[in-house]
């Protein structure tokens, strides 16, 4: 299994914030597992932001909610998040994360996304 | 939402000790918590979950114990490739969260 982040490194003030995590390998376990967004902001701790399943059925951590999507496209292999309305403190390394039951067991290398003007 | 304590934020030891690690959470979450290891620049890596059941792969010296609201990561014997950062995740509920981390020096 190979989880890819992709997306731009830096983010305007206010603008959305669009990441996409490609998936490959393993493909028998695509349906069986979630596939989720954590966020580590620089030399801090680790937050779960929200995550989805194959069929689309999305869940969002609440204090995000209102300004975050998580999107799948089974005919890619990928899924995205869209956080929009962005600010500083959405600056962070951005995980992609295999979720299977109650564990994140299987993690991309990540992505660092910088809010700044 | 369940309240998550780890302790302590950072811990000084030496090859050989054996270390430590207290994760409590403020609702019980039966055995439904999981630790993970980060090391500077790499992504965190599955150790432990179900409280006590080894990830693929993680040596015999790292093993969890406790259940309820009080966890506890041990490592009988630190080796240098086990300075790293530690994280508690337990799991109540639809909102998974994670212990502020144990950075674990020389």
């Known amino acids: 299994l190979q989880l890819q982040e992709s997306g731009p490194g830096l983010v305007k003030p206010s603008e959305t914030l669009s990441l996409t995590c490609a998936v490959s390998?393993?493909?028998?376990?695509?349906?069986?597992?979630?596939w989720a967004w954590i966020r580590q902001p620089p030399g801090k701790g680790l937050e779960w932001i929200g995550d989805?399943?194959?069929?689309?059925?999305?869940s969002y951590t609440p204090s995000l909610k209102s300004r975050l999507t998580i999107s799948v496209d089974t005919s890619t292999d990928q899924f995205s998040l869209r956080l929009s309305s962005v600010t500083a403190a959405d600056t962070a390394i951005y995980y992609c994360?295999?979720?299977?039951?109650?564990?994140?067991?299987?993690w991309g290398q990540g992505t660092m996304v910088t809010i700044s003007s | 939402d369940i309240l998550v304590t780890q302790s302590p934020s950072t811990l000084s030891a030496s090859v050989g000790d054996r270390v430590t690690i207290t994760c409590r959470t403020s609702?019980?979450?039966?055995?439904?918590l999981a630790w993970y290891q980060q090391k500077p620049g790499q992504a965190p890596k599955l150790l432990i979950y179900r409280a006590s059941d080894l990830a693929t792969g993680v040596p015999s010296r790292f093993s969890g114990r406790g259940s309820g609201t009080e966890f506890t990561l041990i490592i009988s014997s630190l080796q240098p490739d086990d300075f790293a950062t530690y994280y508690c995740?337990?799991?109540?509920?639809?909102?998974?969260?994670f212990g502020q981390g144990t950075r674990v020096e020389l």
């Open positions: 390998g393993d493909s028998a376990s695509r349906n069986t597992y979630r």
């Open positions: 994360v295999r979720f299977y039951g109650s564990v994140f067991d299987f």
């Open positions: 609702q019980s979450v039966r055995s439904w």
């Open positions: 989805i399943s194959y069929s689309g059925s999305a």
């Open positions: 995740q337990p799991f109540h509920g639809d909102s998974p969260t």
